[in-house]
Every structure is written in C-alpha cells, then in structure tokens.
C-alpha cells in the first residue's frame, strides 16, 4: 500500500471507527436506561450492570456498521473533492477505480467484521444477555427479596415469599403473574434456586397452579403439582415459559444450519431457522452496498462550481431505499420462499448497478423541472461559499 492509499484508508477508516463509536454510544445510552432498575431495585452493582448491559453492543454495531461506511466513504470522497485532491488524480491519469482501491479494502474489511458478529458474536451475545437476566433475576428472589414483602421482578409478575433458610430453601412461595391475558397464580409451600444446562429454575414443590382470564364468565382451573419448574429465562426480554426455551437467534450457526426435529420453534414455527440463517449469511453484503452507492456518487472528479451536497442528498433517499428493502425482505423470509433469493438479490443488484454507474455504462438524468432547481441550488450553494 503506497502512501496515497495508506492516505485515503486512514482518513476512511478513523471517520468509520468514529462515527461507529459514536452512533453506537448514543444508542446504548438509550438501551441501557432501560435495564437501570438493576441497580435501583434489583440490588446489583454498577459494575453488573455495564457488564449486561454491554452485551447488546455486537447488536448495536452489526445494524450501525454499514451506514457508518456509507458516511465514512462519503466524508473522505467529500474531502478529497473538496480539496481538489481527487481532480489532481484525474489530471495524473488515475482512474477512480484507483482512487477507491484502499476505500475498498476497508468495506471489505467492514463486511467481513459484519459477518463475523452476524455468525457467531451476536449469537452468542444475546444468548449470554439471556442468561446473565436470568442470573440477576434468581439473585433477587434468592438473596434480594425480603420474605413477607411483594416484589415485583417483572411488569406484571409479582413474588412473595414467606421465610427463606440459610440453604437458599423457601417456604411460603407465592408467584402472581398477570403478564399474558390469562393471569397465572403459583403457590407451593417450598421452593429453591436450581441451575441447569438448560437454565436457571425455580423448583416449586407440593402447590397449585390456578389459571384465569380476567373478565370471563369461568372461574379459571386449578392444577396441583408435586413438583414444578419455573423458568426464570421467562423474566428476560422475549421470554417465555416454555422451559429451556431458547430462540433462533440465539442458537449458533451449526445449530441453525441443520436444527433437530425436536426443537419447539422446528416444531411450531420452522420457519424462523430459515429466516435467521439466510439474515446472517447477507449480513456481509450489506455494506458493500453501501459503499457502492457512496462510490459511485462521489468518486469522480468535479469542479469547486459544482455542488458535491446535492449529490450527498441525492443518494441518501436511495441508501434509506436499501434499507428499507432489507427490513421487508428479511420479514418475509420466515414465510415466504421467494425472499430467500431477495435478501441476496437486492445487495448484490446494487452492487452491480452502481459499479455500472461508475464506470459510465449507465447514467441517471432528472426531469427537467427537477435539473432546473437543482441547478438554482446548486448556483446558489456556490454564490455563497464564495462570498
């Protein structure tokens, strides 16, 4: 790598890195606000919260990372237009496929980076949020929880427990959840923490179980139980109570790539696997189509009378497109067939096509009444960056 492109790559790359750090700091601020109740009312240490609350970061940075490239390349393509730099290329006989050549290792990069969280990191991230919940919550009822006090773990779920032995053994364990339409009612006279391969449970022995739906003309039903498993993944966002219920998203990919016929979503809802093992293979384009559209729009030469912000403008509405395509598509892979091929068409289209634009084999020309106020804009922009 000469020292033009070792230039061009650092400029792209710290913007990317900055507006990545950035985007994704203000983001988790917002998220995190959300789990403050684990210091505030659930008795865990500031140090246990950042250490949960960082877990959705892979989250974070694999859905910010492709329009941070986008602004990234933007930023350097403007700032070498700006200085003349990329006009200076031209005048030396360097085409923009040189120009972009260190821009393109770093979407590269980007891309496989993007990759890697959607196999393997985000996966395993949430899988580890999941049970970290989980632990935080059995902490509360095990050691938090004062006996005869009602504790509220979750919005609608209500705890209280008569007396608690030095051995972590309950006695007098009542559970109120009212969370779904039908409002579940637990009692049992002891209960106890127990931690699985599978998860974390409260073991509930010799209760009831009473089931109602509020408003309705039955008295509900009773079932009575010597032994009964409460599943405290059920606390966690998205959880149910369902027992060692874990999601597709949370699987990894080997699992994803060949699931067991006994599992309850390949059962249910078989759908779902192939949903997530196509969203993480097309994670990876996704920023290259960004890139593309960057590139294309920006990269070559044009003159100080010539506005380089409208043509910022001008793609960011078809970037917003690309995105909202890969929401919609990526929604309908659960059930359709015909958005398998989508989720790959549709970068690798944009791809092609904005390769195609740089290369001058196609050219995009605005109606008339349209290039007339651009073309005013654009005077206008010019007028009053000179004065």
Same mark, same amino acid.
């Given at each position: ?67 941070? %490239? ?6 350097? %393509? ?27 290792? /770093? ?22 949020? +999941?049970?970290?919940?989980? $632990?935080?919550?059995? !902490? ?21 427990? $008569? ?11 009542? &559970? ?58 059920? %606390? ?8 060692? !219920?874990? +999601? ?23 759908? $779902?696997? $192939? ?26 030469? +044009? ?11 001008? &793609? ?5 497109? /690309? ?27 944009? &791809? ?5 634009? /740089? ?29």
């Amino acid at each position: 790598m000469g020292r033009l492109d070792r230039y061009i790559f650092s400029t792209s790359a710290v913007a990317f890195v900055g507006v990545t750090l950035v985007l994704t700091g203000m983001i988790w601020a917002t998220q995190a606000l959300r789990q403050l109740d684990l210091v505030t009312s659930q008795g865990q240490t500031i140090l246990a919260f950042l250490a949960i609350t960082s877990l959705t970061l892979p989250t974070l940075i694999m859905v910010i990372a492709p329009a941070a %490239l986008f602004i990234a390349t933007s930023y350097t %393509l403007l700032k070498l237009n700006g200085d003349s730099e990329i006009v200076v290329m031209a005048a030396a006989g360097m085409s923009p496929w040189r120009v972009l050549r260190s821009l393109m290792l /770093l979407a590269v990069l980007a891309s496989v980076f993007c990759s890697a969280l959607s196999i393997h990191i985000v996966p395993a991230s949430l899988r580890s949020f +999941r049970d970290q919940v989980s $632990r935080v919550r059995a !902490d509360v009822v095990s050691f938090v929880a004062q006996p005869g006090r009602f504790v509220n773990l979750a919005p609608g779920l209500v705890f209280h427990v $008569r007396d608690r032995a030095k051995n972590g053994v309950m006695s007098g364990v009542f &559970i109120n959840d009212a969370r779904e339409k039908e409002v579940s009612t637990y009692v049992a006279d002891r209960g106890q923490i127990v931690e699985a391969d599978n998860g974390i449970f409260l073991v509930l022995e010799n209760g009831s179980i009473h089931r109602r739906v509020p408003g309705a003309a039955s008295n509900g039903s009773v079932v009575e139980f010597q032994r009964y498993a409460f599943d405290l993944s059920a %606390l966690t966002p998205g959880g149910s109570q369902s027992g060692a !219920d874990i +999601r597709p998203n949370e699987r990894s990919f080997a699992y994803i790539s060949n699931p067991p016929k006994d599992d309850p979503y390949m059962i249910v809802q078989p759908g $779902r696997f $192939r949903e997530e093992y196509h969203k993480r293979l097309s994670a990876g384009l996704y920023p290259l189509a960004f890139f593309a559209i960057a590139a294309a729009a920006m990269a070559r030469p +044009r003159t100080t009378r010539e506005s380089r912000g409208l043509a910022l403008a001008a &793609i960011v509405p078809i970037m917003t497109a /690309l995105q909202i395509a890969n929401f919609a598509v990526a929604g309908q892979l659960r059930t359709a067939a015909w958005a398998v091929p989508a989720i790959y068409l549709i970068p690798l289209l944009t &791809i092609i096509v904005s390769a195609l634009v /740089l290369q001058g084999w196609i050219t995009f020309t605005l109606p008339a009444p349209v290039a007339r106020v651009m073309h005013a804009l654009s005077t206008r922009m010019t007028r009053l960056s000179a004065s």
